[in-house]
Nanobody, 116 residues
């Protein structure tokens, strides 16, 4: 069983910064891609924010390029998302997602609220 524990969400003013983290634990042999998705209020679908492969390749949603940075610590099975210059439209529940051992796992989500 694999568990993902997210932390670091909260309330911040527009222009501020937050860092969210996601630590994976349990029976993991090999983690491939780690990423962050978000679901904004009133929207039914989660959208990709950023992801990083086990080789360090990254890609970002156009809306966050230049403001958000994803990174990972393979020794700790942890992925981070540094969010700078936050905007009210970044308000959402942020979910960690990883692929490991040919399976997909999701975190429980952490709320990020950006006030104007």
């Amino acid at each position: 069983q694999v568990q993902l524990v997210e932390s670091g969400g909260g309330l911040v003013q527009a222009g501020g910064s937050l860092r969210v983290s996601c630590a994976a634990s349990g029976s993991i042999f090999s983690i491939n891609t780690m990423g962050w998705y978000r679901q904004a209020p009133g929207k039914q679908q989660r959208e990709l924010v950023a992801r990083i492969t086990n080789s360090g390749s990254t890609n970002y949603a156009d809306s966050v390029k230049g403001r958000f940075t994803i990174s990972r610590d393979n020794a700790k099975n942890t992925v981070y998302l540094q969010m700078n210059s936050l905007k009210p439209e970044d308000t959402a529940v942020y979910y960690c997602r990883l692929t490991a051992d040919k399976r997909i796992y999701w975190g429980q989500g952490t709320q990020v609220t950006v006030s104007s």
